[in-house]
């Protein structure tokens, strides 16, 4: 007797397949469960108990923690599950800041949206707990313990997504949170700014940094010019935050809607994303040819970068030394508007709309700043962007389209497939075929790094060379990758990167989504965009090939390129939040100096390091302005991780394990050297 | 000038019971409690940079073995006094009117729910639910010794005992 | 040849014993005895036996040749807890099978003296009823003693520390005789017995046994959960204290009928003694090779560990338990799937109680007929409860289930005493059972039998076993609220409804406690109860709002007098206190106006005396101090 695989959901018989969970079945009945902490990508955890049923015989269970079983019979409405679910969003709301109208999330909060679908109307309990400061300290995202449900969405997100955990509970029962290591700052941690766990959280808890109301006041400054980058992702996701069908291209619409705000110019990121297409196309046919390591990676998200400088500082040397497209239209525009508007460059302000919240963080670096003018001056993400549209009273789905300004915002499709995964490892591969075979490409599409798988794997035969390449999103897939990399198990040329499921198109700065086929017509969208183009390949954009004419080298990879559009990268690997002090002086400005330390390493050649510098210091009198530490890293058993900061330096020491042992090797090795030329310099 | 560890020597000593520990536990993850709990009878308590010490060298996020150590009632973030007071306060203590206890011990030393360590360090007043001896109902331990059917003024006289031997030591 | 190894240890014990020892002194070695000083007892006790030229050792020696002429050794033994803490140190005496309660270092001369050399009873040591003021010199005249059925504890005077003594009395033969059936036979002889885990849930151990058996895997764990975090229980400590063998055994049968090749045993982080003497005993057996590979050549293995626990009542949940031994914090899982089916590391997993596994090995020794012929249909055996709180007779007990409270409270406990201890006869007014996930029982329910059906019937639960009587100065609002004060600490904070349901209830409860509460506080808090219970993740929370549900249910006057009357009937609440004196029985005495800080009370020498309401801080100083009841409600 095979048993039917149906249950029955009030009343009316419903089939099942391979459904993860009754929720799923359920909700493919057509009704609506609510929940809080069960999210598809995610593993299953069970704890907002609003996705409660019924089953009869067992009584009230969880949907997104139950197998459906043949002959289950479900009510989804009783008295009893109304109570449950109602009473629980009101003990939820007991504690938490209400204050829906002024807050990001409002128009998309689950906890709003359910209270007000419960028909909760007021809240009987009292607030018992003691208000927390919010968390400003992220350049990307803003921490509200005030509107935290615990749900573990981010904590889950952060750990078995992105592979990090700079996120989790600690505590227990009334006293739990959700926060970093020893409930310091965002800053302080090993986050790395994808706010992915912004995109999971079902409330106002998590969000991305806001920077509209600096942007407005930029746009209300009469001495300033305001240009606007608008990056590939966001043209199709924007669409959605006004109604738009998910994927529709509406590049024209916000084009013309910034101008209506006030930005002087509008450019197109796409634009720089040939540009770099032009650089690391070169640079890998470059270290092909031998001159750096291979694999080689992207480095245009810069949540990846900001990875690898964390747990894999001995990959730094095979990441792309260009910037990303975002930092390369800056410095670009920096570069050449003055001229070409007659303003003085600091009257210029670059404003990025972005998908991303790691690119507010970019942004903000050091490395990127230039006699205090930074490259970009401020990144607003794709659903900031159609806020402010909304503020200023503009009727976005009435706008006609605008063409982006000239000659930054001229672009081919390859630039613009950068928003999704496997769009930079395509359009790298047709730059790199044509300049291989030395003939035009008749395929333009390379399928195989098409899809929103999250790693993809090819072989693609260029001038005779079969190179693998990979392309992968999900810095969790990155690490297994890096570190099948490192074992020496896998043997790409070339490894596409980005932090988020799908790449840019569901960057924590686009309108939430968790629906892969909104994913899928956001991706669609930049094909689509990239079909509907005249040119297809960033070798053909002879607005980029004239910039480099006209103030860099006249070609890619020249010495002007480089110091323009490269970059380099910062071994993070130290933990700072928890240093064992080791010694300090007494003078008012004491020098920084931190070593790492490894308990895992052969010899402890960190720690004979740290006696060797302090020796040093000791020997030369300058203990006394010196402050040293000793800290910890975040891969203790990889080669690399040992790195010595000197005030604002770092200077690191690869394959430090196998190479020095000895105390005596240590102090003739020439990395000793730079640490003592670094002190002194930073001393003098 | 500060110098809090003469070298990395002594700061190597300063890790090598942890080291040790580790070892031990072959830098097991799934070992991580009791990894913690042979570290705080080490140092008495987890400090900040033990437990960073502990997570990288197990390769797991600082966060999560925060977020472990931080769950469990007997792991301690802060430093604890020399003499642990730890009152009782389960079923059978409860209605034997053990807080009688709790705020004679209070009172004397001046601490509260949410100060419960002197600042000189000297002791640390706490509750704990059910020691397994309700038989002797209210129950009280100092550091290892278990006190049974105590009384408030024995409680405080234990205090002021450990308070004059410490002063004759003087 | 398997039998050969226990056989030959029984055989060099029985010689030993035989041969060299004269006199067994047993010294309660509990954690309670302990405390009251039963180890300085016992070394002043083996002192002052070699001073009186007695022989006196506190370990046998096996391997000695035992030809010591006509010198016989007293052997002075520790035990683990035997239930009557109260009256530590407990010092048995046999032959003569005297026992001595409350002993100090200075009775042990006297001791000496009399019983072991005179032979004559030391009549102050002796205990002595409190209700009746009946002396008893042996165990078996003491009523706290001569109701209990033992079973687990049947071997809760021999040495801890000894396997041998262990296996003398027929320890570890009931993994020997599992050893020769199939893994389904053992768990059919289990099912057979009627055994229902004692962990609280009262599931049926054997068919736990057969679903875990017929989950396919080449790795499977048992996992003995000896946690007991109900606050006032403490029975699986005395039995991982006092007959840690046991424990092993149990596992070791449990392992078998489960084809399970490894243990953990997880021991609540306030038990180091029981840890203690869990790593000596499991050190013993491995060196026997009861531990091992290849256990008694039978081709078995089982590999066992000891975890300390890190303080989380809630580990005492099997999936947070599981989630502890990782190395994770211990949050509860959904359930299905079970332990059964994915438990430690993903493996299939049997998780059984203290107690449980303690009673396997006498249903593999004596037969599972033997085992059902006691307790009732439905709840076979025994079952231990920790006696606690307003009871003359205070301490660990063992009863047959379907004994009534009425045989506990007044037969074994000896009736139930006033706040000052006196026994009246009056003063019963409720037991809680089962910890902060039973219930309150009531006078008219002294008479029930208990078993796990008739408390779940009323809304109570065997749980761990702690059962605490009150009496009638006992606010039962103020015992909810302990409770809730409890689960609300406890509440791992994953799930909604438990961790802010507790929290809230917890406000209600204290806005009750502090007259500032209404109807609607009452509608609230018994709709949170629910729902906290409907819709809570795990057993914590499912259970949490017991205590409240069934002081509502029972109590419901006393709410109604602290809602509406502002006032506590058993006057323990000090916000609704109305201290006043009664002018009839004043006597002008003086005494309370002297004691009051704040000068609340007037009156003149020999004149009736009055509180001043508002000045009155109801400290309840003067009440104390009344010589003449004169004072009421504070
Ligand atoms: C909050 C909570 C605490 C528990 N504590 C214990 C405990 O301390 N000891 C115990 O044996 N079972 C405890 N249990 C029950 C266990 O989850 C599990 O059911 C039991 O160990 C199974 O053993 P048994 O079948 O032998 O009863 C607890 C359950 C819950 C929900
Ligand atoms: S998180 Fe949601 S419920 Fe809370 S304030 Fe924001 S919108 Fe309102
Ligand atoms: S919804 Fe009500 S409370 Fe909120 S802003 Fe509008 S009027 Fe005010
Ligand atoms: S931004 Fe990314 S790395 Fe940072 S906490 Fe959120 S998920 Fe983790
Ligand atoms: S921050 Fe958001 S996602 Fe994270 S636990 Fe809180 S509510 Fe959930
Ligand atoms: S994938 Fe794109 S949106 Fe996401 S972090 Fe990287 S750059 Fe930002
Ligand atoms: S019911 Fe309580 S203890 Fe259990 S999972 Fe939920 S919060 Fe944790
Ligand atoms: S209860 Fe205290 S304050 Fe009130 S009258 Fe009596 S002694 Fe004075
Ligand atoms: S102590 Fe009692 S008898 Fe004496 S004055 Fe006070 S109330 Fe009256
Ligand atoms: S969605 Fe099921 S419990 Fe949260
Ligand atoms: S309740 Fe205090 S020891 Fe058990
Ligand atoms: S410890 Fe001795 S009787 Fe309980």
């Known amino acids: 007797m095979s048993i039917n695989k149906e249950i029955i959901v009030n009343g009316i018989t419903v089939a099942f397949d391979n459904e993860r969970n009754l929720l799923e079945v359920i909700r493919k009945a057509g009704i609506e469960i609510p929940t809080f902490c069960y999210h598809s990508e995610l593993s299953i955890y069970g704890a907002c108990r609003l996705c409660v049923v019924e089953v009869e015989g067992r009584g009230v269970m969880a949907t997104c923690s139950t197998k459906p079983e043949p002959g289950m019979v479900i009510h989804t409405d009783t008295k009893q599950i109304r109570s449950i679910r109602k009473i629980n969003i009101e003990l939820l709301l007991a504690n938490h800041d209400r204050e829906c109208p002024s807050c990001v999330r409002s128009a998309n909060c689950t906890l709003q949206d359910l209270a007000r679908r419960l028909g909760v109307e007021e809240v009987r309990y009292k607030q018992l707990e003691e208000r927390e400061e919010i968390d400003h300290s992220s350049p990307s995202l803003t921490r509200d313990p005030n509107k935290c449900v615990l749900c573990g969405d981010c904590v889950r997100v952060c750990d078995e997504v992105q592979g990090i955990g700079a996120i989790d509970f600690i505590g227990r029962g009334a006293n739990a949170k959700v926060a970093p290591a020893f409930d310091q700052d965002l800053s302080s941690v090993e986050c790395v700014n994808c706010g992915q766990c912004a995109a999971v959280c079902p409330t106002g808890a998590i969000i991305p940094k806001q920077d509209r109301n600096d942007v407005w006041d930029l746009l209300h400054d009469d001495s300033k010019i305001v240009v606007a980058q608008v990056a590939p992702a966001v043209r199709v996701g924007l669409g959605e935050h006004f109604g738009f069908e998910p994927g529709e291209n509406t590049a024209g619409q916000l084009v013309n809607a910034l101008k ?340 895992k390493q052969e010899n402890d050649p960190g720690q004979k390091l740290l006696a060797l510098i302090v020796d040093y210091v000791k020997n030369n009198n300058l203990a006394d302005k010196v402050e040293i530490e000793a800290a910890f890293t975040s891969r203790p058993s990889a080669d690399g991780t040992i790195a010595v900061t000197v005030g604002s330096q770092t200077v690191e020491r690869s394959k430090f394990k196998n190479a020095i042992n000895t105390e005596e090797e240590l102090a003739n090795n020439a990395e000793f050297a730079k640490i003592k030329e670094a002190i002194d310099k930073e001393l003098a | 000038m500060q110098e809090t560890n003469e070298k990395t020597a002594a700061m190597i000593e300063h890790l090598a019971a942890v080291n040790k520990i580790l070892e031990k536990y072959n830098c097991d993850e799934s070992k991580l409690i009791p990894i913690l709990q042979e570290v705080q009878e080490e140092y008495k308590y987890l400090s900040k940079d033990v437990i960073s010490y502990v997570a990288t060298s197990l390769d797991i996020p600082p966060a999560k073995v925060y977020g472990v150590a931080t769950f469990y009632a007997h792991f301690a973030l802060e430093p604890k006094g020399k003499y642990v007071f730890k009152l009782c306060d389960g079923t059978a203590c409860h209605v034997k009117k053990s807080h009688s206890i709790l705020h004679a011990l209070y009172d004397r030393l001046g601490l509260s729910d949410d100060k419960q360590t002197t600042d000189d360090l000297m002791f640390t007043v706490e509750t704990v639910s059910c020691l397994g001896a309700c038989g002797l109902a209210p129950v009280m331990l100092v550091n290892e010794d278990v006190y049974g059917q105590v009384k408030p003024e024995e409680a405080v006289a234990i205090i002021d005992d450990i308070l004059a031997k410490a002063a004759a030591a003087e | ?126 205990y002595e009823n409190p209700a009746t003021g009946k002396k008893s010199v042996t165990e078996e005249e003491i009523d706290f003693y001569n109701r209990q059925t033992r079973v687990v504890l049947e071997n809760s005077t021999i040495e801890p520390d000894s396997i041998e003594e262990y296996i003398s009395k027929g320890g570890y033969k009931g993994i020997e005789n599992a050893l020769e059936m199939t893994s389904m036979e053992v768990c059919e002889e289990v099912l057979a017995s009627g055994m229902r885990g004692r962990g609280g849930g009262g599931f049926p151990t054997g068919l736990k046994w057969k679903f875990t058996l017929a989950s396919q895997n080449d790795k499977k764990y048992v996992i003995c959960n000896g946690d007991e975090g109900d606050p006032g229980a403490f029975m699986d400590r005395s039995v991982l204290e006092g007959n840690p063998h046991s424990v092993i055994e149990g596992m070791m049968i449990a392992a078998k009928a489960i084809e399970a090749d490894e243990g953990y045993v997880y021991v609540r982080a306030e038990y180091p003694l029981a840890v203690k003497r869990m790593n000596r005993a499991v050190a013993d057996a491995e060196r026997i090779g009861l531990l091992g590979d290849d256990i008694l050549g039978t081709g078995f293995s089982f590999k066992l560990h000891v975890m300390e626990g890190a303080g989380a009542f809630v580990c005492g949940e099997e999936t947070a338990l599981i989630a502890s031994i990782e190395g994770k914090r211990g949050m509860p899982m959904p359930k299905p799937p079970f332990p059964a089916q994915s438990g430690l590391w993903g493996k299939p997993t049997v998780i059984n109680n203290v107690e449980t596994l303690a009673s396997i090995p006498g249903i593999l020794r004596d037969g599972a007929a033997k085992y059902k012929a006691i307790g009732t249909e439905k709840s076979p055996g025994t079952k231990t409860f920790a006696l606690t709180g307003h009871v003359a007779n205070t301490g660990l007990i063992e009863v047959p289930f379907g004994t009534t409270l009425r045989e506990i409270v007044y037969e074994i406990g000896g009736g139930v005493t006033n706040n000052a201890g006196e026994i009246t006869g009056e003063d019963f007014k409720s037991v809680q059972i089962g910890g902060p996930s039973g219930g309150c029982l009531t006078p008219e329910m002294l008479d029930m039998p208990l078993d796990f059906d008739s408390l779940q019937e009323v809304g109570a639960m065997v749980g761990s076993g702690g059962l605490v009587v009150m009496n009638n100065e006992t606010c039962m609002i103020q015992v909810a609220r302990f409770f809730m004060q409890f689960t609300q600490n406890e509440s791992c904070g994953k799930c909604v409804p438990c961790r802010e349901g507790t929290k809230q209830m917890l406000a209600l409860l204290d806005d009750i406690i502090a007259g500032e509460a209404t109807a609607d506080t009452l509608e609230l808090l018994e709709q949170t109860a629910h729902a906290v219970k409907a819709g809570s993740l795990c057993g914590l929370g499912k259970t949490a709002p017991n205590p409240v549900l069934s002081t509502l249910k029972y109590f419901k006057n006393e709410y109604d007098a602290h809602v509406f009357d502002k006032s506590c009937p058993a006057n323990e609440c000090k916000a609704l206190a109305k201290p006043e004196i009664i002018a009839d029985k004043c006597k002008g005495c003086t005494a309370c106006k002297r004691v009051c800080p704040v000068n609340a009370i007037e009156g003149e020498v020999k004149v009736a005396h009055t509180i001043d309401a508002e000045k009155c801080i109801k400290c309840g100083a003067c009440k104390e101090k009344c010589k003449f009841d004169a004072i009421v409600g504070v």
């Open chain 3, 1 to 126: 040849m398997s039998n050969k190894i226990l056989s030959d240890i029984k055989a060099k014990y029985d010689e030993v014993v035989n041969n060299s020892v004269e006199r067994r002194i047993t010294l309660c070695a509990g954690t309670g005895c302990v405390a009251n000083g039963a180890l300085e007892v016992r070394d002043a006790l083996v002192k002052e036996l070699e001073k009186a030229g007695q022989k006196a050792v506190i370990e046998l020696d096996y391997e000695d040749n035992h030809d010591h002429g006509d010198e016989k050794l007293n052997y002075v033994s520790k035990s683990g807890c035997q239930g009557f803490c109260q009256m530590g140190p407990l010092v048995k005496i046999q032959p003569g099978n005297i026992i001595y309660t409350k002993v100090k270092v200075e009775d042990v001369r006297e001791i000496v003296e009399s019983t072991i050399v005179n032979d004559d009873v030391v009549e102050r040591l002796v």
């Open chain 1, 260 to 599: 209506m705000m006030g930005f002087d110019y509008v450019f197109d990121t796409s634009f720089a994303a040939d540009m770099t297409i032009f650089e690391e196309a070169t640079e890998f046919l470059d270290r092909l040819g031998g001159s750096a390591p291979l694999p080689m990676f992207t480095s245009c998200c810069p949540a990846w970068v900001k990875f690898a400088e964390i747990y894999f500082p001995e990959l730094l040397p095979n990441l792309s030394s260009c910037k990303s497209p975002q930092q390369m239209f800056g410095s670009v525009a920096k570069k050449v508007l003055p001229a070409k508007l007659n303003a003085d460059k600091k009257d210029i302000v670059v404003v990025s709309i972005m998908p991303c919240t790691a690119k507010k963080y970019e942004a903000t670096l050091d490395k990127f700043k230039h006699e205090d003018i930074p490259e970009v001056d401020k990144v607003l993400t794709t659903v900031e962007v159609g806020r402010m549209i909304n503020s200023a009273g503009i009727k976005f789905d009435e706008l006609d389209p605008e063409a982006f300004d000239m000659p930054l915002g001229f672009s081919t499709g390859a630039g613009v497939i950068f928003g999704a995964t496997g769009g930079v490892m395509e359009a790298a591969l047709r730059f790199a075929y044509e300049k291989v075979e030395g003939k035009t490409i008749k395929q333009l599409e390379f399928k195989e790094v098409r899809g929103l798988d999250a790693v993809k794997e090819a072989t693609v035969n260029v001038g005779g060379t079969d190179l693998k390449v990979a392309v992968v999103y999900g810095l969790k897939k990155a690490k297994e990758l890096a570190e099948k990399i490192r074992a020496g198990e896998a043997d790409y040329h070339f490894v596409e990167v980005m932090a988020c499921p799908g790449g840019c198109i569901a960057g924590a700065g686009q309108p939430i989504t968790h629906d892969i086929e909104v994913r899928k017509e956001r991706a669609k969208g930049l094909y689509t965009a990239d079909k509907r183009m005249q040119l297809h390949k960033s070798q053909d954009n002879y607005m980029v090939q004239e910039c480099y004419n006209e103030c860099m080298g006249g070609e890619a990879g020249s010495h002007e390129a480089h110091h323009t559009l490269h970059t380099n990268y910062q071994n993070r690997c130290q933990i700072f939040d928890a240093r064992v002090p080791v010694l300090k002086g007494d003078a008012d400005k004491l020098l920084p100096i931190i070593v790492t330390i490894c308990t």
